[in-house]
Nanobody, 119 residues
């Protein structure tokens, strides 16, 4: 059974940093695209960042330069480094993975981790 477990969320002041982790189990995702999404209160879930099997990355335009996605295939884990956090970054952050590199949609999702940025 595939599981994605996020950790690292919490309360931080504006301008601070957080590092989220997403540990996968039940499947080795070293060759699978993985990503981060977030859902703010009352809003739809939105794309944050993605990383492919080779380490290639894509970001939501508004987050480029502040957020960095990375992966450690030996640990079957991806990370999201978030810097210069703003109150509008407050959201539940979800980790996701595709079952193959040819998939358009993400097939597996974590439960989410809350990030709250205070002003």
């Amino acid at each position: 059974q595939v599981q994605l477990v996020e950790s690292g969320g919490g309360l931080v002041q504006a301008g601070g940093s957080l590092r989220l982790s997403c540990a996968a189990s039940g499947h080795t995702f070293s060759r699978n695209p993985m990503g981060w999404f977030r859902q703010a209160p009352g809003k739809e879930r939105r794309f944050v960042a993605a990383i492919d099997w080779s380490g290639g990355t894509t970001y939501a335009d508004s987050l480029k330069g502040r957020f960095t996605i990375s992966r450690d295939n030996a640990k079957n884990t991806i990370y999201l480094e978030m810097n210069s956090l703003k109150p509008e970054d407050t959201a539940v952050y979800y980790c996701a993975a595709k079952s193959s590199a040819y998939r358009t949609d993400y097939d597996y999702w974590g439960q989410g981790t809350q990030v709250t940025v205070s002003s």
